[in-house]
């Protein structure tokens, strides 16, 4: 949460984008089936709409695949390193386990 009052916000949208008006955007110029061309409103800065091209084809940089790799990364249970860690426990339970039974603790 931001302590910043709404008033102060360059528009409503979030991260700073400034709103657009689809109406007067370029348009696609994809080619559809029927020969003829997309026309739905292009994205920003871009000749194709959504549908055809226009969105992020994802990071280039090595510092953003590394960034966009960690974006499911929750808390870590389920990850390699803990399922290990959780195997080993285990399996050093049963390792005491089995030499208190043979020694007739339990
Ligand atoms: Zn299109």
Known sequence: MTDK???QRS???MHGNKPGDPQTAPRCGAKTRRG???QAPAMRGKKRCRL?????TGPKTVAGKVRSSQ??????????KAEEDRK???ADLRAVTY??????YL
Request: aromatic letters at 10%; one cysteine or more; glycine letters at 16%.
């Open 36 to 38: 003829t061309s997309c």
């Open 99 to 104: 030499s208190m039974k043979d020694k007739g």
């Open 5 to 7: 009052p709404h008033e």
């Open 11 to 13: 528009g409503w949208l």
């Open 52 to 56: 055809h091209g226009g969105k992020s």
């Open 88 to 90: 080993k426990l285990w």
């Open 71 to 80: 974006n499911a990364f929750k808390h870590g249970r389920r990850s390699i």
